[in-house]
């Protein structure tokens, strides 16, 4: 079964993600990031530019695949034809289609009212269908 965790209280949403997927990538983990098409365009420039001395290799789903097998980080607004199944990152409002097949689900979660809301609705979701979910407040960690 899905291992699902929520990240909530990200200061910043895309931040958080980029710092997440840097230390999954440095695991060796494959990472599947879904949300709304302008969130993940604004993701993709966060990856070219949150550390200028590092490049985290990433792709948009849509590619050959020697390009998917040589990136750790594929964006996609839809999972249903992943490259992998490993690790997937929810950066969007609705619970993603087909997320049952991966090992990890992380929703990442914002302090904004709206996000949060939304947040519950997913949570309801997969509590109701039985899945244990991991809770991280990130405000309780320290600076």
Known sequence: MTEVAFHFNAPDKLAYACRLLRKAAGTGARVMVTGGPQTLRALDLALWTFAPLEFLAHCYGEVTPAVLAASPV??????????????????????????????????????????????????????????????????????
């Open 74 to 143: 594929v964006l996609a607004e839809s999972v249903r034809t992943a490259p992998h199944q490993q690790v997937l990152v929810n950066l969007g409002g609705t619970v993603p289609e087909g997320f049952e097949r991966f090992d990890r689900l992380i929703e990442v979660v914002t302090g904004e009212q709206e996000d949060r809301l939304d947040a519950r609705r997913r949570w309801k979701h997969y509590a109701d269908r039985g899945y244990a979910i991991t809770r991280h407040d990130l405000t309780a960690r320290p600076a």
